[in-house]
T-cell receptor, first 116, second 117 residues
Framework: EAGVTQFPSHSVIEKGQTVTLRCDPI?????LYWYRRVMGKEIKFLLH????????ESGMPNNRFLAERTGGTYSTLKVQPAELEDSGVYFC??????????????FGNGTRLTVT | AQKITQTQPGMFVQEKEAVTLDCTYD???????LFWYKQPSSGEMIFLIY??????QNATEGRYSLNFQKARKSANLVISASQLGDSAMYFC??????????????FGTGTLLAVQP
């Protein structure tokens, strides 16, 4: 089966511009997560979708970040307007409904965002 | 608050030798799970091994084993017989079920392992 795919793999934008990241989870995975790693720091949770519904968005930094998952398939994460501190690697992960306690998340390769 | 600490920003190991990557955690919840992920230069996050807080034995997966010391709150990853392909960033992570259904993993800052020939 295809893994979690993310697009683009890299993005370089100027401060104030808008960027949209896309994540295609593993087919059939209802749970979709966004995480972010700022350089040199830990990977942090951003939000969690169950199908098209936002289950938990407590990790979203501010209202410049907007995540959607229309139809419960792929998800997008838009940053508008981007700031310098938004630079980092954005990871998407997915898992099945009813996952066991020891079930790992399946991560994508991440999108490296650089805001200049 | 729950926290994962990886004190080794970088490690070197000779090929074919064993290496231990440190991970300590802090939680007041008796139920939790600990994970290790590998991130090679290509970027993907690869799940390696899992240890549950109630597991009686240390987890093992091929050349990977987890040295779980519950009283010390440590969950060190041991890689035996290192290979050049083991060179990567390694992340320790924790999940607490009491914090709801969200699979909100808490990650450490990672350890960059370099395997030398």
């Amino acid at each position: 089966e295809a893994g979690v795919t993310q697009f683009p793999s890299h993005s370089v934008i100027e401060k104030g511009q808008t960027v949209t990241l896309r994540c295609d989870p593993i087919s059939g995975h209802d749970n979709l997560y966004w995480y972010r790693r700022v350089m040199g720091k830990e990977i942090k949770f951003l939000l969690h979708f169950v199908k098209e519904s936002k289950q938990d968005e407590s990790g979203m930094p501010n209202n410049r970040f907007l995540a959607e998952r229309t139809g419960g398939t792929y998800s997008t994460l838009k940053v508008q307007p981007a700031e310098l501190e938004d630079s980092g690697v954005y990871f998407c992960a997915s898992s099945t409904t009813g996952e066991g306690w020891n079930s790992p998340l399946h991560f994508g390769n991440g999108t490296r965002l650089t805001v200049t | 608050a729950q926290k994962i600490t990886q004190t080794q920003p970088g490690m070197f190991v000779q090929e074919k030798e064993a290496v231990t990557l440190d991970c300590t955690y802090d939680t007041s919840d008796p139920s939790y799970g600990l994970f290790w992920y590998k991130q090679p230069s290509s970027g993907e996050m690869i799940f390696l091994i899992y240890q549950g807080s109630y597991d009686q034995q240390n987890a093992t997966e091929g050349r990977y084993s987890l040295n779980f010391q519950k009283a010390r709150k440590s969950a060190n990853l041991v890689i035996s017989a290192s290979q050049l392909g083991d060179s990567a960033m390694y992340f320790c992570a924790m999940r607490e079920p009491s914090r709801g259904a969200t699979n909100k993993l808490i990650f450490g800052t990672g350890t960059l392992l370099a395997v030398q020939p």
